[in-house]
């Protein structure tokens, strides 16, 4: 049986952001996508994908990580329910890797306090979410700290190079390299 990583899919999130990671890591793990809405989520360029496990149904400790893509409603995800999830996760040690935006749910949610993550955002951006944003802001491509993999939204190759490696997902340098650009096949 597979090991399982959950990711949460919200309404015009960036699917872009996480395609290389599910590439990655879903030959070795179960991927199983989930959202607070019924039905099918649309992303930001109209993909439309099912979740597979609901809210309700999931018990961190069967997981092995989640992932949060960002995108422009990244901003909206203020549901108690997933803020309670998310605080679980992360009081339990369970990986959790943002990119782009998605780091304003975790700062929404309390788990940025204390510690360092990069984000996206605008000016603008940033002084909307400065009550939410507590921890310390660093401007790199991909910052872990403890449990937690921030990345910024145009660093998602090696976000999802991270990703695979921190689930040793590779059988192999040439596999690693394939995903990096770098393969001589």
Not at 22 to 50: A, W
Request: proline share 4%; glycine share 10%; charged share 20%.
């Amino acid at each position: 049986m597979k090991k399982k990583v959950l990711v949460y899919l919200y309404p015009q999130f960036r699917e872009v952001e996480i395609m290389t990671t599910l590439s990655i890591i879903g030959k070795k793990y179960e991927v199983l996508p989930f959202s607070l809405l019924p039905g099918t989520v649309t992303s930001e360029c109209g993909l439309m994908m099912q979740p597979t496990i609901k809210m309700k149904n999931i018990s961190p400790m069967d997981y092995e990580m989640l992932i949060i893509p960002g995108g422009k409603q990244a901003f909206t995800q203020g549901n108690p329910r997933l803020l309670h999830l998310l605080q679980v996760f992360d009081r339990e040690g369970i990986k959790i890797a943002t990119i782009g935006n998605g780091a304003a749910i975790l700062g929404r949610a309390g788990i940025l306090n204390g510690r360092s993550y990069t984000v996206s955002l605008r000016e603008e951006e940033f002084a909307k979410t400065a009550n939410w944003l507590n921890g310390t802001y660093v401007s790199k491509q991909i910052v872990e700290d403890k449990n937690l993999l921030t990345a910024k939204s145009h660093a998602y190759i090696d976000f999802g190079l991270t990703i695979g490696d921190r689930l040793q997902c590779f059988d192999g340098l040439e596999e690693y390299n394939f995903f990096k650009g770098t393969s001589s096949f």
